[in-house]
């Protein structure tokens, strides 16, 4: 079965908790503070797994959870810090935030690099952090923060060169099996090919590039008729389309017809793709009857629009060779495969719709209190000037400072956020 987008949770582990300790020791009654800290949790990271193309794996599975942070000990003893979790996923997946469906990461072959897509929490200082000349019997430690969770989106697009498109039956899954190694179920009836397949073509060389064979495109697809909507998105990343066409007019269809048809269903699906070079194949051309197509029409249509034109057969190979050596001549000049670029800003994960915001006051202090900002005051460096930009970033996103304005707070006055301190400013 192919599995091309699915719905998952994933959330990091939460970071140990500090210990409250004193030193015991022999002839020491009254040793001083040695709480260790608490570990750091898991993160969850994502990895190509290139041996798959299909998100099966994740059909039944949805959640993930890695593993807390352990909680510190006396005697210095930190807590251990938890193993990340690892997320395998096929190239070409595009990880997305569920809730408002931008782009967080694409994980494809060119970058292959790990992506930590939700950070563990940190691990609460013991209270041995906390002892000063005068405070040496501290009876506190803190607690580890919360790991970050996500809602997530993963849909696949695969890394395909080359696309062949087409109307059902026209021979697709026949020139895939042709020109590689490709083992694509192929029969005499419309709709054979359920899933895209990729093939890697040798050109001879070192050099080589993977087409795959997009099923189900008919009119109406890029609303969702025939397999086409469910497909599509598997063409964007190509580069080079090879749009296949029957010829021999067997079934009674009009070949320039149906490639206005496909061409106006990629259009109607992303306007971009509806650009990419086309070489159209004049597919069953050992079946054609001159006498019953109008092959000059066909031919001054294809010369019109500024197509290539290869008359092939998937049955016998014939000119198929010339098609290989064409599309990797095409595509050493053309730009590299598309790369999706993040959508996702890291303050987006902590904005506070839906999420408990307390404001008290205090004389002239207004003291801010909630989960998600306990978590975020754990992944801030106040010593930083960018981490405190992103800090007064995510305030201003969330509404907390028109939430402290409806309280009340004016310009000089004292925001206090578990600690941290700060003159308002409007």
Request: charged share 25%.
């Amino acid at each position: 079965m192919f599995v091309d987008n699915v719905q998952i949770y994933a959330k990091a582990g939460d970071g140990g908790n500090g210990a409250v300790s004193f030193r015991r020791e022999k002839y020491v009654s009254h040793g001083g503070p040695d709480g260790g800290d608490g570990g750091h949790g898991g993160n969850i990271v994502f990895r190509i797994d290139p041996g798959t193309n299909t998100l099966l794996a994740f059909r039944y599975k949805h959640k993930f959870i890695a593993e807390n942070g352990g909680n510190g000990k006396g005697g210095k003893f930190h807590g251990s810090t938890a193993p990340d979790l690892v997320i395998l996923v096929p190239p070409g997946t595009l990880i997305r935030d569920a809730k408002t469906g931008k782009i967080i990461h694409d994980m494809t072959e060119n970058d292959g690099a790990d992506f930590i897509c939700c950070r563990g929490g940190r691990g609460g200082w013991g209270n041995r952090h906390f002892a000063t000349p005068t405070r040496q019997v501290p009876m506190f430690a803190k607690n580890g923060t919360k790991g970050e969770e996500k809602e997530l989106t993963l849909e696949l697009k695969m890394l395909a060169d080359v696309g062949l498109v087409g109307f059902p039956s026209v021979g697709k899954s026949s020139i895939l099996a042709r020109i590689s190694a490709a083992k694509p179920k192929i029969a005499d009836y419309h709709f054979t090919t359920l899933s895209p397949n990729l093939g890697v073509v040798s050109t001879g060389g070192e050099e080589g590039f993977v087409a795959a064979d997009i099923p189900g495109l008919i009119e109406g697809a890029a609303e969702g008729a025939g397999l086409g909507h469910a497909f599509l998105r598997h063409v964007d990343r190509c580069r080079l389309l090879l749009h296949v066409v029957d010829i021999s007019c067997f079934e009674g269809r009009d070949p320039i017809e149906d490639i206005e048809t496909i061409n106006r269903e990629l259009e109607r699906y992303s306007p971009t793709l509806a650009t990419r070079p086309q070489i159209i194949l004049a597919n069953k051309s050992d079946m054609l009857d001159r006498d019953t197509v109008d092959i000059e029409a066909f031919e001054a249509f294809v010369e019109k629009n500024g197509w290539e034109l290869f008359y092939v057969s998937a049955a016998t190979g014939e000119g198929l060779e010339e098609v290989i050596h064409r599309s990797a001549e095409l595509l050493r000049e053309l730009p590299p495969l598309l790369v999706y670029e993040s959508e996702y800003a890291p303050e987006d994960a902590y904005l506070s719709a839906g999420k408990q915001t307390t404001v008290r006051r205090e004389n002239d202090t207004f003291y801010v209190e909630g989960e998600w900002l306990f978590n975020l005051m754990g992944q801030i460096n106040f010593d930083d000037y960018e981490s405190l930009n992103f800090f007064q970033r995510v305030l201003k996103n969330s509404g907390v400072f028109e939430l402290l304005e409806s309280h009340g707070c004016t310009d000089g006055m004292t925001v206090s956020i578990y600690d941290f301190e700060f003159d308002y400013v409007k």
